[in-house]
Protein backbone atom coordinates (compact mmCIF):
# COMPACT_ATOMS: atom_id res chain seq x y z
CA UNK A 1 0.00 0.00 0.00
CA UNK A 2 1.82 3.50 -1.21
CA UNK A 3 1.48 6.31 1.36
CA UNK A 4 -0.98 7.98 -0.53
CA UNK A 5 -3.52 4.72 -0.86
CA UNK A 6 -3.18 4.34 3.28
CA UNK A 7 -4.00 8.20 3.91
CA UNK A 8 -7.21 7.63 1.67
CA UNK A 9 -7.98 4.30 3.56
CA UNK A 10 -7.47 6.06 6.85
CA UNK A 11 -9.63 9.05 5.67
CA UNK A 12 -12.45 6.05 4.67
CA UNK A 13 -11.60 4.59 8.12
CA UNK A 14 -12.69 8.26 9.46
CA UNK A 15 -15.42 8.70 7.25
CA UNK A 16 -17.52 5.88 8.78
CA UNK A 17 -18.51 6.63 11.62
CA UNK A 18 -21.00 9.63 9.79
CA UNK A 19 -21.66 7.03 7.10
CA UNK A 20 -23.60 4.99 10.03
CA UNK A 21 -25.06 7.92 11.65
CA UNK A 22 -26.26 8.87 8.05
CA UNK A 23 -27.60 5.61 7.43
CA UNK A 24 -29.39 5.14 11.00
CA UNK A 25 -31.65 7.42 10.35
CA UNK A 26 -33.14 5.64 7.01
CA UNK A 27 -34.07 2.83 10.10
CA UNK A 28 -37.10 3.21 12.09
CA UNK A 29 -36.15 1.99 16.22
CA UNK A 30 -39.12 -0.14 15.92
CA UNK A 31 -37.45 -2.52 13.81
CA UNK A 32 -34.31 -2.16 15.34
CA UNK A 33 -34.26 -5.37 17.48
CA UNK A 34 -35.81 -7.56 14.36
CA UNK A 35 -33.81 -10.49 13.17
CA UNK A 36 -34.34 -11.40 9.51
CA UNK A 37 -33.30 -14.88 10.68
CA UNK A 38 -32.54 -16.67 14.12
CA UNK A 39 -28.91 -16.64 13.17
CA UNK A 40 -28.78 -12.96 12.09
CA UNK A 41 -28.29 -10.40 14.12
CA UNK A 42 -30.30 -7.35 14.33
CA UNK A 43 -29.41 -3.83 13.99
CA UNK A 44 -29.25 -3.22 17.50
CA UNK A 45 -27.34 -6.06 17.83
CA UNK A 46 -25.08 -4.89 15.00
CA UNK A 47 -24.34 -1.41 17.16
CA UNK A 48 -23.45 -2.53 19.83
CA UNK A 49 -20.94 -5.44 18.22
CA UNK A 50 -19.90 -2.46 16.38
CA UNK A 51 -18.62 -0.78 19.48
CA UNK A 52 -16.84 -4.06 20.89
CA UNK A 53 -15.23 -4.95 17.79
CA UNK A 54 -13.65 -1.33 17.42
CA UNK A 55 -12.59 -1.36 20.90
CA UNK A 56 -10.90 -4.65 20.38
CA UNK A 57 -9.38 -2.80 16.86
CA UNK A 58 -8.44 0.25 19.81
CA UNK A 59 -6.04 -2.12 21.63
CA UNK A 60 -4.76 -4.20 18.74
CA UNK A 61 -3.47 -1.36 16.89
CA UNK A 62 -1.88 0.24 19.70
CA UNK A 63 -0.66 -2.92 20.73
CA UNK A 64 1.06 -3.05 17.40
CA UNK A 65 2.23 0.68 17.46
CA UNK A 66 3.66 0.40 20.90
CA UNK A 67 4.78 -3.44 21.16
CA UNK A 68 5.20 -4.50 17.79
CA UNK A 69 5.49 -8.63 17.41
CA UNK A 70 3.33 -8.74 20.38
CA UNK A 71 0.28 -11.02 20.76
CA UNK A 72 -3.04 -9.22 19.41
CA UNK A 73 -6.60 -10.95 21.25
CA UNK A 74 -8.61 -12.74 19.28
CA UNK A 75 -12.59 -13.04 20.29
CA UNK A 76 -15.57 -14.92 19.09
CA UNK A 77 -17.96 -11.80 18.01
CA UNK A 78 -21.05 -15.17 18.21
CA UNK A 79 -20.23 -15.67 21.94
CA UNK A 80 -19.59 -12.18 22.87
CA UNK A 81 -23.21 -11.45 20.89
CA UNK A 82 -25.06 -14.33 22.94
CA UNK A 83 -22.85 -14.03 26.44
CA UNK A 84 -22.95 -10.81 26.72
CA UNK A 85 -27.00 -10.36 25.75
CA UNK A 86 -26.34 -7.51 23.18
CA UNK A 87 -30.07 -6.98 23.26
CA UNK A 88 -30.14 -5.85 26.59
CA UNK A 89 -27.23 -3.02 25.97
CA UNK A 90 -28.30 0.19 25.00
CA UNK A 91 -27.12 0.97 21.18
CA UNK A 92 -27.15 4.29 21.63
CA UNK A 93 -24.20 4.45 24.42
CA UNK A 94 -22.79 1.84 21.38
CA UNK A 95 -22.85 4.08 19.33
CA UNK A 96 -21.35 6.81 21.32
CA UNK A 97 -18.55 4.63 22.38
CA UNK A 98 -17.93 3.81 18.67
CA UNK A 99 -17.30 7.64 17.79
CA UNK A 100 -14.77 8.10 20.48
CA UNK A 101 -12.98 5.20 19.63
CA UNK A 102 -12.77 5.65 16.22
CA UNK A 103 -11.75 9.40 16.65
CA UNK A 104 -9.22 8.94 18.75
CA UNK A 105 -7.67 6.05 16.91
CA UNK A 106 -7.97 7.83 13.67
CA UNK A 107 -5.89 10.60 14.99
CA UNK A 108 -3.37 8.23 16.32
CA UNK A 109 -3.44 7.07 12.59
CA UNK A 110 -2.92 10.02 10.81
CA UNK A 111 -0.15 10.68 12.99
CA UNK A 112 1.97 7.55 12.05
CA UNK A 113 5.24 7.86 10.80
CA UNK A 114 5.95 5.55 7.44
CA UNK A 115 8.05 3.28 9.35
CA UNK A 116 5.61 1.95 11.93
CA UNK A 117 3.17 0.71 8.79
CA UNK A 118 5.51 -2.04 8.69
CA UNK A 119 4.71 -3.19 12.72
CA UNK A 120 2.78 -6.56 12.75
CA UNK A 121 1.36 -8.46 15.49
CA UNK A 122 0.86 -11.98 16.73
CA UNK A 123 -3.04 -12.96 15.80
CA UNK A 124 -3.97 -16.51 16.24
CA UNK A 125 -6.64 -16.29 13.03
CA UNK A 126 -4.28 -14.50 10.87
CA UNK A 127 -0.73 -15.81 9.53
CA UNK A 128 0.17 -12.38 8.99
CA UNK A 129 -1.20 -9.35 10.74
CA UNK A 130 -0.04 -6.20 9.98
CA UNK A 131 -0.88 -2.45 10.43
CA UNK A 132 -2.00 -2.42 6.89
CA UNK A 133 -3.93 -5.34 6.85
CA UNK A 134 -5.62 -4.12 10.35
CA UNK A 135 -6.46 -0.70 8.34
CA UNK A 136 -7.74 -2.97 5.36
CA UNK A 137 -9.99 -4.66 8.17
CA UNK A 138 -11.31 -1.77 9.90
CA UNK A 139 -12.03 0.53 7.18
CA UNK A 140 -14.34 -1.82 5.52
CA UNK A 141 -16.10 -3.06 8.67
CA UNK A 142 -17.97 0.06 9.34
CA UNK A 143 -19.30 -0.31 5.59
CA UNK A 144 -19.83 -4.11 5.62
CA UNK A 145 -22.49 -3.69 8.74
CA UNK A 146 -24.44 -0.84 7.14
CA UNK A 147 -24.99 -2.77 4.12
CA UNK A 148 -26.07 -5.75 6.20
CA UNK A 149 -28.44 -2.81 8.32
CA UNK A 150 -30.02 -1.89 5.09
CA UNK A 151 -30.68 -5.34 4.39
CA UNK A 152 -32.29 -6.45 7.37
CA UNK A 153 -34.51 -2.86 6.77
CA UNK A 154 -35.51 -4.09 3.18
CA UNK A 155 -36.28 -7.52 4.80
CA UNK A 156 -38.21 -6.34 7.54
CA UNK A 157 -40.40 -3.78 4.89
CA UNK A 158 -41.26 -6.84 3.06
CA UNK A 159 -42.37 -8.76 6.28
Given at each position: ???????????????????????????????????PAPDRWSVHEILV???????????????????????????????????????????????????????????????????????????????????????????????????????????????
Amino acid sequence: MTPEERRAKIESYGQAYDDLLAALKEFPREMWQWKPAPDRWSVHEILVHLADSETNAYVRVRRMIAEPGGSVMAYDQEKWATNLNYHAQNPDHAVEQLKWIRRTTCDLLRQQPDAVWSHTGAHPEHPTYSMERWLEIYAGHLPGHINQMRKNYDAWKKK
